[in-house]
């Protein structure tokens, strides 16, 4: 892909600006595009950092993986609180059964912060059980890291694991953008300071791809999902320690495969406030690629660059046609503070806040977000009773409130 390219493809899905940086043997290839924000004039450089969101967390991961390697972090001891059963393992895997969310109104510092939530807590799911996306698990890991290093998160980060790989640790130059009728600038990224650890970094696509040259990366790599219930269906084919695992297209395995191939990719999302970051990365051959974009239109532009690049991601198998909605699934199914509220209306099955749910067989469906992106799901029975008891939406796994019917 050259400049045009990547041009025509932001025009195409109304980005303003991004980087795409891909490294096949050896030789890496580096595009800008566009404009820091829409409108000022500040063309996106080289050196334009783009807020993460969530692919900060691979870098929190890879931080608890050498304080591992430096005997300083065992994975498999239990920490205080939180039931006894929670291991750092269980952190970066998203396999501690914890909730997804921060609490909105958590204040102060990481290391109050999780002495109370660790103290008063009790994880939504048996640890090592089911896979739950949690942004908590890395909130948690990064306080770890504070109190193995003595520094604060941002402090060691840069220490142990960004200045040896000549990352800059800097604040971000990049708006995120709202894609409606207009293309309206995100005033700023709503990341708390107790968050940082699951998403506060602001880096470039060219420091994804050399974080991938990271020593701890292949460590990192190793599916932690053998034998869990339920893995990360939509987001990924498993999950490591820090990073999610996917099969090229059309060879995607069941949930609790922990089998890992010679040509599967690595790698991880991240979507802030009008932001969404991609890097994905094939340890067999060295070939990585990273976009950084300043939209929420930004998963879509992906689909499409990994389509221009040949990379066999992001395509799966068509899905089956489609099956009526099933009425015994609507009701309210939470986490933690946060709840997913499904109805019938009419013939349709409708998540609140989101839209309408394309249901497809074995309770599985998709649904579209307010800025055209899709996302997958799935509700699940009980094993017991066949009752459907819980819902995974973009790996995050809820349970129905009890007594919740909508029908």
């Given at each position: 892909?050259?400049?045009?390219?990547?041009?025509?493809?932001?025009?195409?899905?109304?980005?303003?600006?991004?980087?795409l940086v891909?490294?096949?043997?050896?030789?890496?290839?580096?595009?800008?595009?566009?404009?820091?924000?829409?409108?000022?004039?500040?063309a996106v450089t080289a050196a334009s950092a783009f807020p993460l969101g969530s692919l900060t967390k691979p870098f929190t991961a890879a931080l608890a993986l050498t304080l591992v390697d430096d005997g300083e972090l065992d994975l498999d001891e239990p920490l205080p609180g939180l039931g006894g059963a929670v291991t750092p393992r269980g952190l970066l895997s998203h396999t501690a059964g914890l909730e997804s969310n921060?609490?909105?109104?958590?204040?102060?510092?990481?290391?109050?912060?999780?002495?109370?939530?660790?103290?008063?807590?009790?994880?939504?799911?048996?640890?090592?059980?089911?896979?739950?996306?949690?942004?908590?698990?890395?909130?948690?890991?990064?306080?770890?890291?504070?109190e193995v290093t003595g520094m604060d998160w941002a402090e060691a980060l840069e220490a142990i694991v960004?200045?040896?790989?000549?990352?800059?640790?800097?604040?971000a130059t990049v708006s995120g953008h709202a894609v409606g009728e207009r293309i309206v600038p995100v005033?700023?990224?709503?990341?708390?300071?107790?968050?940082?650890?699951?998403?506060?970094?602001?880096?470039?696509?060219?420091?994804?791809?050399?974080?991938?040259?990271?020593?701890v990366v292949e460590a990192m790599c190793e599916d932690q999902l053998g034998g869990v219930e339920a893995g990360p269906f939509g987001m990924a084919d498993g999950w490591g320690l820090g990073w999610a695992r996917y099969r090229p297209d059309d060879s995607a395995v069941p949930d609790g495969s922990d089998g890992v191939g010679a040509t599967d990719w690595f790698?991880?999302?991240?979507?802030?406030?009008?932001?969404?970051?991609?890097?994905?990365?094939e340890p067999a051959t060295g070939t990585a690629v990273a976009l950084t974009t300043n939209a929420a239109t930004g998963p879509a532009l992906w689909a499409d660059v990994l389509a221009e690049l040949a990379i066999p991601l992001g395509r799966p198998a068509p899905w089956p046609e489609p099956v009526a909605a099933w009425p015994e699934c609507a009701?309210?199914?939470?986490?933690?503070?946060?709840?997913?509220?499904?109805?019938?209306?009419?013939?349709?099955?409708?998540?609140?806040?989101?839209?309408?749910?394309?249901?497809?067989?074995d309770l599985r469906f998709r649904v579209r977000d307010q800025s055209g992106n899709v996302h997958q799901g799935r509700f699940l029975r009980d094993p017991g009773s066949?009752?459907?008891?819980?819902?995974?939406?973009?790996?995050?796994?809820?349970?129905?409130r009890a007594g919740g019917s909508s029908w």
């Open positions: 892909m050259d400049d045009e390219g990547l041009l025509r493809l932001l025009e195409k899905h109304r980005v303003p600006g991004a980087q891909v490294r096949r043997a050896r030789v890496t290839h580096a595009i800008e595009a566009g404009e820091e924000r829409c409108g000022s004039g500040r921060v609490d909105e109104d958590a204040t102060g510092p990481r290391s109050r912060w999780a002495a109370r939530y660790s103290r008063h807590t009790l994880p939504e799911f048996p640890p090592g059980a089911v896979f739950s996306y949690s942004n908590v698990g890395y909130v948690l890991a990064g306080q770890l890291a504070e960004l200045r040896p790989l000549d990352i800059p640790l800097t604040a005033g700023e990224q709503l990341v708390p300071d107790l968050e940082a650890p699951d998403g506060g970094l602001a880096l470039s696509a060219a420091d994804l791809v050399r974080f991938c040259s990271a020593d790698g991880h999302d991240g979507t802030g406030d009008g932001t969404s970051c991609h890097l994905r990365f009701g309210v199914y939470a986490n933690g503070g946060s709840a997913f509220d499904f109805t019938m209306t009419g013939d349709e099955l409708v998540l609140g806040g989101t839209g309408s749910l394309r249901c497809h067989p066949g009752r459907v008891d819980r819902v995974q939406v973009t790996g995050r796994l809820a349970v129905r």
